[in-house]
């Protein structure tokens, strides 16, 4: 599980910004997980204003862990401009850390990055008897790399100033089968940028049918799932559709998802395309959902209730909570615009991102407010603005 995360200079982010999932002695009031001696968060809520910088944080979390697990081997992570930084610090580095818990070892990474290349890299195990981190490696521009993995040196040469390290080494097996797995089990809704006119969502609902059509599992549970929330939906095929694609020459073929209707006996068919948002934006969440409840991970959703009734997202929020439907300790963080949900959190689930006057985002966990009560309704302080948060309106 992670423990933190903590980002400074990145988009909207100015000074350091800390996403702290790890809960004190005092604080254990609901569902979490004890790992490690810690107890932890399954669930981190960001609410506040448009353009307070919640996406942001998503997006320098989700850019973090693929740079440090695939920057070696997919080059289109590496370079300047896939790192955005706050227009007040553009002769600064970019920074982000993690603390996260692995097979029962507790590790510290850190990194470094100017103008996309790395400036510095370190990685630490704790050691139980000292409490203090270790350095497996260090890194830093201009010096020699440390390490104790006796790294072969034609393995080093791979190594470029515009990639991580520890996607090196992960991609090849430098660690044992399964350890630090924790950073791989990353799975999002928050997707990268994409050039007006050439995005088209067709993609993703092939990539849904495809995965379908390998999971049987998978493809029953969403069947069961779609009927339990009252979508109408009785069953699910598969067929092909066709589509002109202007990005590239000719017909690209897609797979498609055709879902059953069945009324007073009869059997209607409809191309998912044909269906609700709600419902297509539900179905794309429950294959991320299934993974990550199956294997652990951590899921990162921006605006998780988007396009769905308040009762559903409460059933997957509830879901995170529930130790025997979430036996992998999985994670969620996400950001949203309904503050009904934030009742059936505690305070230190739940995180205000604001503007400060250097339109920098500032993220302030509940429980660091002072007299903020364990037993509040949140959901009316925080819309009677006694915890601010909420966009400043003037009538016009």
């Known amino acids: 599980m992670f423990l933190n995360f903590k980002i400074t200079n990145y988009r909207s982010i100015g000074k350091e910004i800390v996403v702290n999932f790890e809960i004190s002695e005092s604080q254990r009031k609901n569902a979490y997980s004890e790992v490690g001696g810690k107890a932890v968060n399954n669930i981190a809520c960001i609410v506040g204003p448009n353009a307070s910088g919640k996406s942001n944080i998503l997006k320098a979390i989700v850019f973090f862990l693929r740079y440090i697990f695939r920057s070696y081997s997919v080059p289109s992570l590496r370079g300047e401009g896939n790192v955005d930084t706050h227009f007040c610090c553009e002769n600064a580095p970019t920074e982000f850390s993690t603390e996260f818990i692995d097979n029962q070892k507790q590790y510290k990474y850190e990194i470094g990055l100017f103008k996309g290349e790395v400036q510095r890299e370190w990685l630490g195990e704790l050691k139980e008897n000292t409490k203090r981190y270790n350095t497996i490696f260090k890194r830093e521009s201009g010096k020699r790399i440390q390490n104790t993995l006796s790294v072969n040196t034609q393995d080093l040469e791979r190594l470029r100033d515009d990639m991580s390290l520890l996607s090196l080494l992960l991609e090849l097996n430098y660690f044992g ?3 630090l797995g924790t950073i791989k089990k990353l799975l999002t809704n928050v997707r990268p940028e994409v050039v007006i006119g050439q995005h088209n969502p067709l993609r993703r609902l092939s990539e849904i ?19 339990n929330i009252d979508t109408g939906i009785s069953g699910l095929g598969f067929g092909k559709l066709q589509k002109i694609n202007s990005d590239v020459n000719g017909e690209e073929e897609y797979s498609a998802i055709v879902t059953k209707h069945t009324i007073d006996g009869e059997v209607h068919p409809l191309l998912l395309l044909q269906e609700s948002s709600g419902t297509l934006s539900y179905i794309d ?32 929020i509830n879901r995170f909570l529930d130790p025997e439907k979430n036996p992998n300790n999985s994670q969620i963080l996400f950001t949203t615009h309904n503050p009904w949900f934030l009742q059936n959190l505690t305070k230190t689930q739940i995180f205000i991102a604001e503007k400060n006057s250097k339109s920098e985002t500032e993220l302030t966990r509940l429980d660091d407010i002072q007299g903020v009560r364990n037993d509040e309704n949140y959901f009316i302080k925080y819309l009677a603005g ?11």
């Open 386 to 396: 006694e915890y601010d948060g909420r966009p400043k309106i003037k009538e016009a």
């Open 209 to 227: 049918s495809k995965e379908l059509e390998k999971d049987k599992l998978l493809f029953e549970e969403l069947i069961e799932e779609l009927k």
């Open 177 to 179: 089968k399964g350890e």
């Open 285 to 316: 969440l429950f294959v991320h959902l299934y993974k990550i409840f199956r294997d652990g991970g951590l899921l990162i959703a921006d605006e998780l209730e988007q396009s769905l009734h308040p009762d559903i997202t409460s059933r997957i």
